[in-house]
C-alpha cells in the first residue's frame, strides 16, 4: 500500500511517502519557518507532496491511502492540511485516515523513552498546550488543553517517568522539567512532528468516510473567543 502523509498542526508542514510493500523507511519532506517566519502550509504543502511523489516515480493517482494529521494544533494549519486531504482523496480516490498529531509525537519518542511514559505536548498558544501522554502503548493522560501549570501538575499527579517532547515541551520545559519529566535538547529529532509516523499509524488504521475526518481543534478558534467575547 502507498501512503501519503501530511500534517500541518504545527508550524511545520511535513509530508512522506511511504509504500509499505517496498524495502526502506520511505520519503519525508519538511519546511519549517525561520524564527519570525510565517507558517508556510498553504504554499508548501502541495509542493512538497508533488516532491515526494517524484522521487518515487508516482503520481497522485498511485496513492492507495492518503494520511493527515488531524491536531490538535493551530486552526489554520489544521483547515489547511485536512482540506487539502480531503480534495487530494476525493481527487485520486484514494482512501482517507486522519490521525492525532499528538500520538505521531509520542510514536517517534517511544523507542528513547525506555521504561519513561511518553508526553506529547504542542504549542496552542494563548498560554496553554496540548497535550497527552502515554506509556507503553496505552493512554494514561487524555488530550486537553492546559496552562503549563495545570499540565504540570497533572503530570505529578500521574506520577513515574516522563519523556515530554512537541514545541510545547520546548516553550514550557521549565514547568515540565520541574514536575519531574525528561525534556531533549532544543535540536532533537524528537521535538518535531514526523509525516513518516502519520503515515505508520494510517498503515494501522481503518480507513473512514472523507467528511468525517475533520480538524481536532479542541478548543473554540481565537476568532470564535472574540466574537463571543461581550463588548465593554
Known amino acids: 500500500m502507498i501512503v501519503l502523509g501530511l500534517d500541518t498542526a504545527t508550524p511545520a508542514t511535513a509530508v512522506a511517502l511511504v509504500d509499505d510493500q517496498r524495502r526502506g523507511d520511505g520519503i519525508e519532506r519538511r519546511h519549517d519557518p525561520a524564527p519570525g517566519e510565517r507558517p508556510g502550509h498553504a504554499a508548501q504543502l502541495l509542493a512538497l507532496a508533488a516532491e515526494v511523489l517524484g522521487m518515487a516515480g508516482l503520481r497522485f493517482a498511485d496513492v492507495d491511502r492518503i494520511a493527515v494529521g488531524v491536531g490538535p494544533g493551530t486552526f489554520t494549519g489544521l483547515r489547511i492540511g485536512v482540506a487539502t486531504a480531503r480534495a487530494l482523496a476525493q481527487g485520486s480516490g484514494a482512501e482517507l485516515v486522519g490521525v492525532s498529531t499528538l500520538r505521531a509525537l509520542a510514536v517517534v519518542a517511544e523507542p528513547a523513552a525506555g521504561g519513561s ?83 505508520g499509524l494510517a498503515l494501522q488504521a481503518s480507513p473512514g468516510m472523507r467528511d468525517l475526518v475533520v480538524p481536532d481543534y479542541l478548543r473554540l478558534p481565537d476568532a470564535v473567543l472574540a466574537r463571543d467575547q461581550p463588548s465593554r
Do not use: M
Open 117 to 199: 511514559g511518553v508526553l506529547a505536548v504542542i504549542d496552542a498558544r494563548r498560554g496553554e498546550a496540548f497535550a497527552a501522554g502515554w506509556r507503553e502503548g496505552r493512554t494514561v493522560l487524555e488530550q486537553a488543553a492546559l496552562a503549563p501549570a495545570a499540565l504540570a501538575r497533572r503530570v505529578a499527579e500521574e506520577g513515574g517517568a516522563w519523556l515530554a517532547v512537541g514545541n510545547g515541551a520546548l516553550r514550557f520545559r521549565a514547568d515540565l522539567e520541574g514536575a519531574g519529566c525528561s525534556v531533549p535538547p532544543d535540536e532533537s529529532p524528537h521535538h518535531a512532528v514526523s509525516a513518516l509516523a502519520i503515515c
